[in-house]
């Protein structure tokens, strides 16, 4: 790799490189002095951390651009938000994305996912439960800041997903409709109860 891409594929205290690693599945190393990019893994995951590896570093000069139209591949969900809820889905300097990305295992960014589609979306890449989670949580922000968007008379209105971003069988989603003080109690400070209530039943607990 470039000198220059080092420093930007490490990330703060490693944060970049620990991320494109766990959303790939592969283990990564960079020695400092040759510049050299190591990645060990089974095939399919090295691909996938090369290619999470360029759009980190396309993300240093602008706009990414990728063909997500086609349903090739499995790893990548997109996600389109309204225009308005970008920056708070960003957070500041980004952190509000980067924690997303950090609870959830996944790489996830902002991109044009077809030559035909002059709009953004959230793209997200990784393991199939890591993507669900991290859309979930994506679906949970987007209707803090539009009501309506994403819920509506206590269902989920999920928009549609790309080609092969399919759910495996037996996977299923359920809403239930929770307000006033049930929805605080089943919440808990911080979260902490919807984390507990997810460990223990082992699924994926969101409130939207």
């Known amino acids: 790799i470039q000198q220059e891409e080092a420093a930007f594929i490490v990330g703060r205290q490693g944060s970049t490189k620990r991320k494109v690693a766990r959303a790939a599945g592969v283990d990564m190393n960079i020695e400092t002095e040759t510049q050299e990019l190591t990645i060990r893994g089974y095939p399919e995951n090295v691909a996938h951390a090369e290619e999470y590896v360029k759009f980190v570093c396309d993300q240093r000069v602008g706009q990414i651009s990728l063909d997500l139209s086609n349903g090739g591949r499995t790893d ?37 996912t077809s030559p035909e589609d002059p709009v953004e979306r959230l793209c ?36 549609p997903k790309i080609p092969g971003d399919e ?40 409130y939207v």
């Open 76 to 112: 990548a969900t997109a996600v389109q938000v309204p225009a308005n809820t970008v920056g708070f889905l960003m957070g500041k300097h980004g952190r509000t994305l980067r924690s997303m990305e950090e609870e959830w295992g996944t790489l996830m960014f902002f991109a044009k």
């Open 167 to 206: 759910d495996p069988e037996g996977f299923g989603v359920t809403t239930h409709p929770l307000s006033g003080d049930d929805y605080s109690y089943a919440l808990g400070s911080k979260g902490t109860v919807r984390k507990k209530l997810a460990a223990a039943s082992g699924c994926i607990l969101e």
């Open 124 to 159: 997200i890449f990784g393991p199939f439960r890591g993507r669900r989670g991290a859309r979930f949580k994506v679906y949970s922000a987007v209707e803090h800041k539009e009501p309506g968007f994403c819920a509506k008379n206590g269902e989920l209105m999920e928009p």
